[in-house]
């Protein structure tokens, strides 16, 4: 395996190089600038990474993603000293990015995190550089559930980018305090702080340059405050703009991890769905949450654990289309909520760790299937542990565990589960 790692990395330098000369040799390549006169990053690093990003993904398998990850690490070898200039430092910078979005991709959260903070020392990078680690890094750790580490870290970013000189960055100056501002704000809705959101999203959806990630946040505050056509209205412009991969040659437009273009996608089609069912379009509702839990699957794979968060909400669909037309889908509802508490990998009824991964949804899973059993006379016993298990391990700060599935209430606060950080806003 190793060998054929080093055999591709090879060839992808060759080709690289090649590529390079005839580039450059024809006309100045405009992709890879910042908007200076000089390329932001090595155009052959870009084309390493964007080999490396395609061989892994290619087969999904542990070994491509060790070989995916033995090309990146040949190609941080080639680059300059972290201490060069800031060609150099956004060569690396991008480099870990990418092994940081592979490492995520496979599961290994904590080896992501370490590349991202060493990203974040680059600090003769590209802000645009910066703002991708940072905006990485507060997702992840809010996927962890580790906000209070999140919100530092979003503090620090907008900190840096109204001390550091901008004027390099050109045009991007507002995009990327767009985006600061609103990863901030996705902090402060995870954390039921819905006015102080209102004021870092404030101005986001006026900025053209976006990435989809700071107007998908955006779409979620506007969601969760029932403000149904505008964030209807930002869902769809997501899903109808936002490319639909990595570009790794733009310092300005990098996204990375769970606010990947890809993630983005995924979670703007599932909040939209989500919407649907929220406003009682319980048709549109099932064949938007079907797509989603498609391309979950498809991107994922079938068992991961986001396919779990997906099927929850598909089966919290289900129990409000039952509540409100008065029918049933007991069956349906057991069927999905046993399946999401499987890939969700749910610990025993009888352990007592609360502070669990992907928490409020393992709880939001188990309480909807405590009420499936507590209507059955047989199994209520059983649903009854399921419900005090479920009660114990929710952490929302806005909505209690009960208000979440009475959201047919005409007065209740409505939820919106974020695909990208597996939390419940």
């Given at each position: 395996m190793i060998h054929a790692a080093v055999k591709l990395s090879k060839s992808v330098i060759s080709m690289s190089r090649t590529s390079l000369v005839a580039a450059t040799s024809s006309q100045p390549l405009r992709f890879l600038h910042d908007g200076t006169n000089s390329p932001s990053s090595n155009p052959v690093a870009v084309q390493?990474?964007?080999?490396?990003?395609?061989?892994?993904?290619?087969?999904k398998s542990d070994e491509s993603y060790a070989q995916g990850m033995l090309i990146l690490e040949q190609c941080l070898s080639t680059q300059s000293s972290e201490s060069a200039g800031q060609f150099a430092q956004n060569s690396i910078g991008t480099v870990l990015l990418a092994m940081s979005n592979l490492l995520y991709e496979r599961g290994s959260f904590e080896e992501a995190i370490e590349k991202l903070h060493r990203v974040q020392g680059l600090t003769r990078s590209s802000l645009g550089v910066r703002v991708a680690a940072t905006e990485a890094l507060v997702g992840l750790y809010l996927q962890l559930g580790q906000d209070d580490t999140?919100?530092?870290?979003a503090d620090k970013c907008l900190d840096f980018l109204h001390k550091d000189d901008l004027r390099s960055n050109g045009g991007s100056k507002e995009s990327l305090i767009a985006r600061a501002k609103a990863v901030k704000g996705l902090v402060e809705l995870v954390t039921g702080n819905l006015e102080s959101a209102e004021s870092f999203f404030h101005g986001v959806q006026d900025i053209e340059a976006w990435n989809g990630t700071a107007v998908l946040s955006y779409g979620e505050f506007l969601h969760a405050t029932q403000q149904f056509s505008l964030a209807k209205e930002l869902y769809q412009n997501i899903i109808e703009g936002v490319p639909k991969n990595e570009d790794f040659s733009d310092m300005n437009t990098l996204a990375i991890c769970n606010m990947a273009s890809d993630e983005v996608l995924l979670a703007a089609t599932f909040a939209l769905g989500q919407l649907e069912s929220h406003m009682g379009n319980f048709r549109a509702a099932e064949e938007i949450l079907t797509k989603a839990l498609t391309k979950t699957e498809e991107y994922f794979g079938s068992s991961h654990p986001k396919v779990g968060v997906v099927l929850t909400c598909i089966a919290l669909m289900y129990r409000n289309k039952a509540r409100q037309e008065r029918s049933s889908s007991l069956l349906i509802q057991e069927g999905l909520y046993r399946r999401a508490i499987e890939f969700l990998k749910a610990p025993p009824l009888e352990s007592k760790e609360t502070k669990l991964d992907r928490g409020d949804i393992l709880a939001l899973a188990r309480g909807g299937y405590a009420e499936v059993l507590c209507v059955q006379q047989n199994r209520k016993t059983e649903g009854e542990k399921m419900k005090t298990w479920a009660e114990?391990?929710?952490?929302?700060?806005?909505?209690?565990?009960?208000?979440v599935l009475d959201i047919s209430e005409p007065s209740s606060k409505v939820p919106v589960i974020d695909v990208r950080i597996s939390r419940v806003l």
């Open positions: 390493m990474i964007n080999y490396a990003l395609s061989h892994a993904r290619s087969q999140s919100s530092v870290l114990a391990v929710w952490s929302n700060r806005r909505m209690s565990l009960t208000d």
